[in-house]
């Protein structure tokens, strides 16, 4: 076997016709090839590594010198192939925000690794194959790119009700009426309850309008790695369009010469809906360390959501404006926080829910009546202490 562009020359079996025998020159824990009829060596569950130029020879030994000479040689490609051993459809950018107001671009990546020779990628839209330009090089910058073709509109916000567009209230930015009705942007709203926490949700729909069909633009790179195999990458982009794009089904198909059949990945475009949250302790007292949690959602959500916690009309208990995470933390609650409004806003680029929590905290019977502080910390006694010992001090030196 040739390896190392042909400097390194690795015996595997020599046959001598003379005293019929056979000798294997690969090391015990290496020994894979087997001698068949004496001059066929068979590599049994090839490998990626036994790929490469192999060679034979065939001589005699000189009588005289006692010298092997070689008569003959002949050399052969071995070329191994190897299926993709893994494929994954994955967001560019992610988490990424909700655009209200304008289109913004999206892009699909297809990774697949572990094939040899660079396989086939491409991309289809709800089992139809997708006809898309290539695109020789990324933009520079994919949130300012937009194609000269891909147009949009903004709406005159003026004409929707502030009230319901500051809330996000159903109606709120809703989109004009088409011949074919959004799919899955559907206004919900959870039934308000006395239970606690006390939860709403609302939806928040995109302000603007497409005015032509969506161009898809299509990039295909690959890479070597050093096991010999290539990891391939495909990216699919064009301007998001969340009222036709949201639940729809995109997959990533791979063609290659090693598999009988294409591999596949695929992912649906869904926007956040009916996020579940939980507060722990339900029922929160005086001192409590309280945890507000997104649990999930009433559907699979693609992209992965952008969380952002706030305090309606105040700041959160540490004094920020806004809290990023799926879980929102509050140490060590005062009585103050009673009733307050929590909003949790879960968006992706296809849509925007906001989910609102009151906290209800009641009376800790384990901290006196009036010991805290606008921020929760014990005062009143100790003052009251403070003032009986003077008081106690000035009466003992009167007498």
Not at 63 to 88: D, H, Y
Not at 116 to 136: C, M, N, Q, S, W
Not at 357 to 375: A, C, K
Not at 378 to 394: D, E, I, S, Y
């Amino acid at each position: 076997q040739v390896t190392d562009g042909g400097t390194i020359k690795q015996k595997i079996f020599t046959f001598d016709a003379m005293f019929s025998t056979n000798f294997s020159h690969m090391e015990n824990y290496r020994k894979r090839e087997d001698l068949v009829y004496q001059s066929t060596v068979r590599l049994p569950e090839v490998r990626i590594s036994d790929n490469g130029p192999y060679e034979c020879h065939v001589g005699i030994y000189d009588r005289a010198t006692r010298e092997k000479v070689v008569l003959a040689s002949g050399n052969i490609f071995l070329n191994v192939m190897a299926p993709p051993t893994s494929i994954s459809v994955l967001a560019a950018d992610t988490p990424a925000p909700f655009s209200r107001y304008q289109a913004q671009n999206f892009t699909l990546v297809c990774v697949v690794s572990g094939g040899k020779p660079a396989p086939l990628v491409y991309f289809k839209r709800d089992g139809e194959p997708i006809e898309a330009t290539p695109l020789p090089e990324l933009p520079a910058s994919t949130g300012n790119w937009a194609p000269r073709n891909l147009l949009h509109r903004d709406l005159d916000d003026t004409k929707v009700p502030k009230s319901l567009a500051a809330e996000g209230e159903v109606g709120g930015g809703r989109p004009p009426a088409t011949a074919d009705p959004p799919r899955g942007l559907a206004a919900e709203r959870g039934p308000a309850t006395e239970a606690i926490p006390e939860t709403v949700v609302s939806r928040e729909f995109p302000r603007w309008v497409h005015v032509a069909e969506p161009i898809y633009y299509f990039r295909h790179t690959h890479a070597p790695v050093s096991d010999g195999t290539v990891e391939a990458r495909a990216t699919l982009t064009w301007t998001l369009n969340p009222q036709i794009d949201n639940e729809a089904l995109f997959s990533c198909e791979v063609k290659h010469p090693a598999l009988s059949m294409p591999m596949q990945s695929e992912v649906t475009l869904v926007a956040p809906k009916g996020p579940k949250i939980t507060m722990t302790p339900t029922r929160a007292r005086v001192g409590d360390t309280v945890r507000i949690l997104v649990q999930g959602f009433q559907n699979e959500v693609f992209p992965e959501p952008l969380f952002t916690w706030t305090r309606v009309g105040s700041r959160l208990l540490d004094g920020s404006a806004e809290h990023d995470g799926k879980e929102l933390v509050l140490e060590r609650v005062p009585a103050e926080l009673n009733g307050s409004m929590y909003r949790c806003t879960a968006q992706n680029p296809l849509g925007s829910t906001d989910t609102h929590t009151r906290l209800i905290v009641f009376e800790n019977p384990n901290i006196p009546r009036g010991t805290e502080d606008s921020n929760g910390s014990l005062t009143g006694h100790c003052g009251f202490r403070l003032v009986l010992a003077l008081t106690l001090t000035v009466i003992l030196e009167l007498t």
